[in-house]
């Protein structure tokens, strides 16, 4: 198994080593390598740009060439703050802090993994995994889960995202992948950590699908492999975010959390019930869980 890991975690370099390349190219080049601009279009822009001794990307949009956002795409990828265009990849545009990385729900979601960098992901302390929760479906914990992870990737963190979610799982849907094989085939002996897929439009960023739907998620997970698992995900990844089915409903998210360690508990504005989060953390508490904080979800 540790092998295995150790490959996935390897695929990570090249992508730094083509950062690198991307660092040390000019924004016309990058541009021209992305099909955005051609030879002709670039010598225009340098001829403005020297004549009125301004920025390329200034010059190239001023003759409306290319646009701002490729300008802030192209930059984005030269400081290693890599983000999606419409259409780009198999990434659905919901993962809004892989598209929309300037917007006030990603900057929102900034503000609460920094929060969490303190509060819980603590280097002394060497916490790597924290399980999303709520009581119910459709609070947006599989939306935040996924979300979480993409902001912590671009933090340069090297992020897996588990969707422990075995009841409706969700995650190969949002990041375009498929889901023939997953934790569920880990769990059961029928499967490998390559099951484990980087996320090759995304630095940093891997997820571990959910696999086929098994009849027993709960025992699945209570299962001496889960946690040997999570002890070698742990060894390689800095940051281990894990969805979770509806607490109310199902035992899985307390076994998850308590595998974790500790949890987020997500509620939504004007849908989640006080009094079903306010059991969800006791029980969480009860079963020695570190209940981290609530996020109270807008989107």
Known sequence: MKTDIENIFKAFEPRHAENDTHKDRSIGATLID????????AERILRLQKAEVIRFGEAAVKLG?????????????????PYLMAGEALVSEEIIAAYKPFSPQ??????????????????????KALAIVSPVRGEGRSFIAANLA???SQLGEHTLLIDADMRNPSQHKLFGLENRVGLSAILSGRGEVSAIERIPSLIDLAVLPAGAVPPNPQELISRPIFSQLMEELSREFDIIIIDTPAGENYADAQTLATRAGGALVVAHKNTSRL?????????LTQASVVVVGTALNEF
């Open 106 to 127: 990603v900057e929102a979601l900034r503000a609460l993994r920094s929060q969490l960098m303190l509060r819980w992901f603590s280097t002394e302390l060497e916490r």
């Open 150 to 152: 993409v902001v912590f």
């Open 275 to 283: 009094r079903a989060t306010r059991r969800l953390v006791n029980a």
């Open 65 to 81: 060439l290319v646009s701002e956002a490729d300008i802030q795409q192209v930059l984005s990828r030269q400081f290693d703050y």
């Open 34 to 41: 992305a099909g955005k601009l051609t030879l002709e279009g």
